[in-house]
């Protein structure tokens, strides 16, 4: 009998062994691959937080794998953004936490946007809207609808300027940005860079407005940010302060600066190269 007794127990030591061995090496616990990779999915915000790792999320098909981190890099511009991101995987603080890729090198693989623009100077890219008209002069896009003269936006890089510590609080472009609404119905759009901010100013004609406000909104959801710095693009300083816009005509009706003409290169859809003249 009591040799039955201590059998029993045996196995059902052994039982519990089998039983941690397996879960030890369960595909659902799989061990923590650190290292270099190279990756694509989503880029999502989550957040500094003080007590694990990680600015970002990256999720591939759906499936949360990695939260993101960089000291050199401003992942903000590739929110909502399928990316290819490189670097090395390590360790959060915990391992409830999904572990962490330190972020050296990230690029966006969307495709752009029908009918978006590409505004180097300012560094960012937006969609005009159908019966916007603009113009760039001495680094300053201007937009007028069509039929109207007076500018209803201007937009300018500030170096200097920061966020608007009232009015409403915005992102754009993946971005904090800041909204001041006066009592005329004219508004001050402030949206971060480094340095400094994307000034935009809005004065809006009262029989225009409602038309205004709706295609301005719609241009500030596409707008996005360009990886590259606007310093070391490619575009041509104009020599009078301005730079040439990368591409003029088009439905939006894009003007080169004083001195050049646009010469088209795409009759399909009447877009171009602004020339010397």
């Not at 990756?39 to 990256?58: A, D, F, K, N, Q």
């Not at 890099?73 to 929110?79: A, I, T, Y």
């Not at 004065?203 to 709706?214: F, G, N, R």
Request: proline share 5%; charged share 15%.
């Amino acid at each position: 009998m009591r040799t039955l007794v201590l059998g029993g127990i045996g196995i059902i030591l052994l039982l519990a062994v089998w039983m941690i061995v397996q879960l030890s090496f369960s595909p659902e616990h799989p061990a923590v691959q650190t290292g270099p990779i190279q990756i694509e999915g989503v880029v999502t915000s989550t957040g500094i937080s003080l007590i694990r790792r990680g600015t970002h999320v990256l999720s591939v098909h759906g499936e949360a794998l990695y939260y993101l981190e960089s000291s050199t890099l401003n992942l903000d511009d590739f929110e909502d953004h399928t990316v290819t991101a490189s670097g090395t995987v390590e360790l959060n603080v915990s391992d409830e936490y999904l572990p962490v890729l330190v972020v050296d090198s990230i690029e966006s693989s969307d495709e752009p946007s029908a009918g978006e623009q590409t505004f180097a100077f300012l560094g960012i890219a937006m969609t005009v809207p159908e019966g916007w008209n603009v113009n760039i002069e001495k680094g300053i896009l201007t937009a007028r609808l069509s039929g109207s003269t007076v500018p209803f936006l201007t937009m300018r890089q500030d170096p200097s300027g920061v966020l608007a510590e009232s009015g409403q609080t915005l992102r754009i472009g993946g971005r904090s940005a800041s909204r001041i609404t006066r009592p005329d119905g004219s508004a001050e759009i402030l949206v971060s860079m480094n340095p400094g901010v994307l000034r935009l100013q809005v004065i809006p004609s009262e029989e225009d407005k409602p038309l205004i406000v709706e295609t301005l909104d719609s241009a500030l959801r596409s707008l996005r940010f360009l990886a590259a710095s606007p310093r070391s693009s490619s575009s041509r300083s104009t020599g009078s302060g301005g730079t040439l816009p990368t591409v003029c005509g088009g439905v939006a009706g894009i003007l080169c600066p004083s001195g050049f003409y646009c010469e088209i290169t795409d009759h399909t859809v009447n877009t171009g190269r602004c020339r010397s003249m």
